[in-house]
Nanobody
């Protein structure tokens, strides 16, 4: 069973930056980040498709967050800038372990077969 190891997260003042990292123990074809704020459902944040290195972002983080990674090492990183209190959530790394179309949207969490345990990000004003 593939395992995902997340690191990063923490407490930061609004306007600050944080970096999340995730490493998968097996081969991946896409990796992404989702988040769940208190009292809300899990929501897509960003993803990267290794087939063409295309990236996708939710509207709420576009322009502030950057996803990058290394397909050979099965690692992904999320750089979060200009953080806002509404970014406060538990962030989950996700990985897909089978091929997929380069044009397929990765916003659906059901496309990912492995999930990390989550890392908490708290942004205070």
């Amino acid at each position: 069973q593939v395992q995902l190891a997340e690191s990063g997260g923490g407490l930061v003042q609004a306007g600050g930056s944080l970096r999340l990292s995730c490493a998968a123990s097996g081969r991946t074809y896409a990796m992404g980040w989702f988040r769940q704020a208190p009292g809300k459902e899990r929501a897509f944040v960003a993803a990267i498709n290794w087939s063409n290195n295309s990236t996708e972002y939710s509207d709420s983080v576009k322009g502030r967050f950057t996803i990058s990674g290394d397909s050979a090492k099965n690692t992904v990183e999320l750089r979060m800038n200009s953080l806002k209190p509404e970014d406060t959530a538990v962030y989950y790394c996700a990985a897909r372990h089978s091929g997929l179309s380069a044009i397929l949207s990765l916003r659906n969490g059901n496309l990912f077969g492995s999930w990390g345990q989550g890392t908490r990000v708290t942004v205070f004003s």
